[in-house]
């Protein structure tokens, strides 16, 4: 496998967008059935928001074994198995009686949702080194990227048909799908040769020694936080477009268009740069538009702290772009830093990603949403956490320069030495 020669199937970057829109369809599509779900189960909007919460808390526990269980029994049975128990919360999410099941069959979606994200990095770097392996991810990204603005407008038009259960079974019949294209398209790409045994007491050492690598740390900081200052208006939704901006639930596409167009342009930037810069200076770029929009939120939410359209969702596009432009690059690095253990320190990175969002959307969102102006000083905080982080990386290289995996000495380089 080279750069130069990459031999993955057509479909392959298709099944992993698929598997990467799960995750923003389970969540975004249910914000605009908000207001049914509180009526109906006669919850207040802080229950409604545990909706978003509890489904993070469990995709991001369950993270830290997907990608262990891969590495013992292969990505392929972890993949569709995931998507298998993922249809039927869903079916039963559809079908609950009462708020508390509503919430068990959220926590169930995900426990399994992070099967196809968590494995499904792990399929990228089995198959692809360098900056083949970057433009990989950024197209898998370019692709997911449209999730979160078709999400919200699909759950819109559905509560017209079938009110808030529509969503659930559109979720169903659509992971149905992928576990059946996944089990005629997908080939398995970790060979037994490679497995190594699922023992918990020795998936808890393998975790540990992630700890024990310097700049293991930083990247994981860096990698999961950056998506966070983004996240927080994600999370916010129903409360910017409702009650800041006094829109219907068709409105929601005012703040997912902006942060799709950035999504997705940035995804595309960055599979670009891959071959001709250093990924120091693709993260770099991605951080000085992450900067960017962070001074634009604050000018917007000092000005119109209620928010005047299209002004203050216009910075969530320089966002976007950041947090693309940074992700693939800061990802590939997180998991070179165990050749032999991808799946677990994927899981790793997944499991503190989505314990992140939990905090923002079950706990920031609701303090932070009153007006866009705290919403952007949030914003910023956890932008400045990802920058400083990426700086102490380097800091970390210097001082302790790292034994980097034989197939991905250049790369490292690139680091240490851009060009």
Not at 311 to 335: C, K, Y
Request: contains cysteine; hydrophobic residues 55%; proline residues 7%.
């Amino acid at each position: 496998m080279t750069d130069a020669a990459p031999t993955v199937p057509r479909s392959l970057p298709w099944l992993l967008a698929g598997l990467s829109m799960i995750g923003p369809f389970s969540i975004d599509a249910v914000f605009p059935a908000f207001p049914l779900i509180g009526g109906h189960f006669a919850v207040d909007d802080t229950a409604l928001q545990q909706l978003i919460s509890v489904y993070l808390v469990t995709y991001g526990s369950m993270s830290l074994f997907h990608g262990a269980i891969s590495d013992a029994i292969g990505r392929k049975p972890v993949i569709v198995g995931g998507m298998l128990l993922y249809a039927l919360a869903s079916a039963g999410a559809a079908l609950s009686t009462s708020f508390a099941m509503l919430l068990g069959c959220r926590a169930l979606q995900g426990a399994c949702a992070g099967a196809g994200l968590v494995v499904g990095r792990a399929v990228v770097r089995d198959c692809l080194q360098g900056a083949a392996a970057q433009r990989l991810m950024s197209r898998v990204m370019m692709i997911f990227g449209i999730a979160p603005v078709i999400a919200p407008m699909v759950g819109a038009q559905l509560l017209w048909l079938d009110g808030w259960h529509g969503i659930f079974w559109l979720l169903t019949a659509f992971t149905v799908f992928m576990a059946v294209a996944l089990i005629a398209l997908l080939r398995e790409t970790h060979p037994v040769a490679s497995r190594t045994a699922f023992v918990p007491r020795e998936l808890v050492a393998t975790y540990l020694s992630f700890g024990r690598d310097r700049p293991f740390l930083p990247l994981l900081i860096s990698s999961t936080i950056n998506f966070c200052g983004l996240f927080l208006f994600i999370a916010s939704a129903p409360r910017i477009v409702r009650e800041l901006l006094h829109l219907s639930a068709q409105g929601f596409p005012w703040l997912f268009l902006p942060v799709v167009v950035g999504l997705v342009f940035g995804a595309w930037l960055s599979g670009r740069l891959a071959e001709r810069h250093s990924v120091a200076f693709t993260v770099n770029l991605g951080y000085a538009s992450m900067g960017a929009a962070c001074v634009l939120h604050l000018a917007g939410g000092l000005l119109a702290p209620r928010g005047v359209l299209p002004w203050s969702m216009l910075p969530l596009v320089l966002h976007g772009i950041g947090v693309q432009l940074a992700f693939p690059t800061l990802t590939l690095l997180l998991l070179d830093r165990f050749p032999h253990r991808r799946g677990g320190a994927s899981s790793v990175q997944a499991f503190v990603s989505l314990l992140l969002n939990a905090g923002v959307a079950g706990v920031l969102s609701p303090l932070l949403s009153t007006s866009l102006l705290p919403l952007a000083l949030g914003s910023c905080v956890l932008t400045a956490i990802g920058w400083l982080a990426w700086h102490w990386y380097h800091v970390t290289l210097r001082e302790e320069p790292p034994s980097p995996p034989l197939r991905d000495v250049e790369l490292q380089a690139q680091i240490a030495e851009p060009r």
